[in-house]
């Protein structure tokens, strides 16, 4: 940071006025004099990874936020769920996969994840509570994985109970039903193609659930990490608000000839896109497409915020 | 043990601590006094490596703080009392603070029955009013049993009761042959805790020396002799004598007179041949608070003025602006044409060193560093 010049262009401070004593070397009193001090008879411990899980678990199950964010999440994945398996089971015929109902609850679900995956790291900044926590870890990339671990793990889990529960309830109450005739049988999985009856294969169910719970734990870690770069709470949520819907709201207004290819593109990027497609109703990509592709891209992008968010707690004062 | 050497934090342009050296000793309480924004935090903020010194670099027993193993069982810190997320409960703020550091649970329970918060340890500490979230931080500081602490502002918000527990609490660490480092604005509450003093105007050294050296070096002795009242010839008398002495005379608002550079048996002498008796010759010495405001009043950034209240007042006739004529109101407790108190006396004047003039920023050696500042 400095050259030899700066420090010569600044006068130094008078180290000794006549008048100005300064005592700073001579023998100080006192019941324990010199550089010996106390030492503490409990012994000291080499701290790890584990013990900042530990921490950040206790941190994050000790909030109201939590409980709120991922109780409306829950409620709101297995509530849409239930409605929309119960209309489409008042319907004679099934037009989608048996468990696509799941997608419009999580689609609203991911926006509360995304606000908990936020606050996890920028309460910390608004309460000033980041200077504690640094001040007993200075280690500060072990605390920020330490927050992405249980974070994660926390999300994913919920997430995962949330769809499995509803893709039960789909299960129970409109597997089974007829497919439409007018549909083209590539459209259907290959039980369903020969039964003529909808149900769900292992791959939906797969996607349904770890894919969909995946993508949105994926997508709050996303958050965090912008948390982490943006250090305030509206700031990262209207980014990430933005990022989820933006790209596909702006899409559907690209049909003219001339940016209709880029607004297919945009569409088939969308973070909206990914999740349906998991559910196995893609906006754009065609049935072939499974979600996983754009799951792997968003973990990409995840990690390279993550690593972005790394080198900016590491080096900026807080 | 804290050592810093040559610490400097800049801001931009602006320079928070400048070439701060100074050294921190186990086993006894020191004060880390100056004026509001006179980088007393900043500094604190260094030792606990949340900021990194511009220049310079400060140790703990030798290490800089982010290389501490297990940082929280060497060194303890109140920073604010509300570096706090409200909506968690004293106890698993503590616990998570503890489990960070290795620290079994146990140790939480009997911190906050030290700080007296047991009571309230499940409760949320939104609600906490600002001494109990200064007994909190306090709290957190202890729970390393460290050998270094740092208290920064600890007295804020405390009730007397409070107030005396803390400096007792600061004394007892240091007899333990802890390391003990308070920062506060105020002299008289360091008087009475500190037993070394480090004192910093406008992010600069300008003092560090203990208590006892700190009043005999900035404290002015001075005499208060009193006339009989009712006979100002007298008076004049006896200050013309001691002026042709080498006294330095003060008339005090009652009448009195304060007399320095003189000691008390000639100034009776001097009274005596000038044929002028005396109702008082007393001793007096400076308080620690003068001493302290006229170290630091060339150092003081924040500066009050008087409210004139112009602002309110009713649109003043054509040419005449500004406040009315003769409500200049009286410093309270200072006559009219009386010198300020604080002013430095004639003899054995310090001077705190001149910050260096303006921003010590040094001119543009290096623009894109600048810019890499600014950008913040």
């Known amino acids: 940071m400095s050259t030899p010049r700066q420090s010569q262009a600044v006068p130094p401070v008078p180290p000794s006025q006549p008048g100005a004593p300064r005592a700073a070397s001579q023998a100080f009193p006192g019941p324990h004099p010199g550089g010996h001090g106390y030492a503490s008879p409990i012994p000291v411990r080499r701290t790890h990874l584990g013990h900042a899980v530990a921490s950040e678990w206790t941190k994050i199950r000790s909030v109201r936020s939590t409980v709120w964010t991922l109780a409306v999440m829950f409620v709101l994945v297995l509530g849409i769920g239930l409605l929309t398996a119960f209309a489409l089971g008042s319907q004679d015929t099934l037009e989608m996969p048996v468990l696509a109902g799941g997608f419009f609850g999580l689609m609203l679900g991911q926006l509360c994840v995304i606000t908990l995956g936020v606050l996890v790291i920028t309460s910390e900044y608004s309460t000033g509570m980041i200077r504690t926590t640094l001040t007993a870890c200075p280690q500060r990339g072990r605390v920020l994985l330490a927050k992405a671990l249980v974070f994660f793990l926390l999300s994913f889990t919920v997430t995962l109970a949330a769809c499995t529960l509803t893709a039960l309830v789909q299960t129970a109450m409109i597997e089974g039903k007829p497919v439409p005739e007018y549909i083209d049988p590539r459209m259907l999985n ?80 969308s973070v909206l ?23 792997w891209l968003l973990a990409g992008v995840t990690l390279a915020a993550l690593i972005g968010a790394y080198a900016r707690i590491s080096t900026r004062d807080v | 043990m804290i050592e810093a050497v040559g610490l400097t934090k800049r801001y931009g342009a602006k320079t928070a601590v400048y070439n701060l050296s100074f050294q921190v000793r186990p086993g006894m309480v020191t004060g880390f006094l100056g004026p509001n924004g006179s980088g007393k935090s900043t500094t604190m903020r260094m ?40 909506g968690r409960s004293a106890y698993n703020h503590l616990l998570c603070l503890a489990q960070l550091s290795g620290i079994p649970a146990r140790r939480v329970d009997e911190v906050l029955g030290v700080v007296g918060l047991r009571d309230v340890a499940k409760k949320r500490s939104k609600g906490f009013s600002l001494g109990m979230g200064q007994r909190l931080g306090i709290a957190a500081a202890l729970l390393g049993d460290p050998q270094v602490l740092l208290f920064d502002e600890p007295v804020n918000g405390l009730d ?145 003025t008087e409210d004139t209240r112009a602002g309110l007042l009713a649109q003043p006739p054509a040419g005449h602006a500004g406040p009315p004529a003769g409500h200049a109101a009286p410093v309270p407790g200072q006559a009219p044409g009386q010198p300020n108190p604080y002013a430095v006396p004639p003899q054995q004047a310090w001077q705190p060193p001149q ?11 290096d623009p894109t560093e600048r810019d890499s500042e600014d950008a913040r």
């Open chain 1, 190 to 269: 290959e039980e369903t193609a020969a039964t003529g009856q909808a149900v769900a294969s292992a791959g939906e169910w797969l996607g349904a659930t770890v894919g969909a719970a995946l993508y949105v734990a994926l997508l709050g870690l996303l958050s965090l990490a912008v948390g982490t770069l943006l250090r305030s709470t509206p700031g990262a949520i209207t980014t990430m608000i933005g990022l989820v819907l933006l790209p596909f709201i702006v899409s559907l207004f690209l049909f003219t000839e001339s940016v209709r290819e880029f607004g297919e593109k945009l569409r088939e990027y």
């Open chain 1, 273 to 295: 896109n990914g999740l349906s497609s998991l559910f196995r109703i893609p906006f754009e990509g065609g049935s072939a497409d499974t979600g996983w592709p754009l799951l």
């Open chain 2, 47 to 86: 030792i606990l490596g949340l900021d990194a010194p511009t220049e310079g670099h400060v140790t703990i027993g030798g290490h800089t703080y982010r290389r501490l193993p297990n940082a929280p069982r060497q060194v303890g810190a109140l920073l604010d009392a509300k570096a706090v997320h409200g």
């Open chain 2, 160 to 304: 007397p009761e409070g107030i005396l527990w803390i400096r007792n609490l600061m004394k007892r660490l240091a007899s333990e042959g802890r390391t003990v480092f308070v920062s506060s604005h105020l002299m008289s509450e360091m008087a009475l805790t500190a037993d070394h003093l480090i004192v910093i105007g406008r992010g600069q050294l300008l003092a560090d020396m203990s208590v006892k050296d700190f009043i005999a070096h900035n404290s002015a002795e001075f005499a208060r002799v009193r006339t009989p009242d009712g006979a100002p010839e007298q008076r004049d008398k006896l200050t013309a004598a001691l002026a042709e002495a080498g006294g330095h005379v003060l008339p005090e608002p009652d009448g009195a007179l304060r007399v320095s550079g003189l000691p008390l048996p000639r100034i009776s002498d001097l009274a005596h041949g000038a044929d002028v008796r005396l109702w008082e010759l007393s001793p007096h010495s400076a308080s620690l608070e003068e001493a302290y405001m006229r170290m630091t009043q060339g150092a003081v950034d924040y500066r009050s």
């Open chain 2, 355 to 365: 910050p260096p003039a303006a921003a010590p920023v040094p001119a543009p050696a």
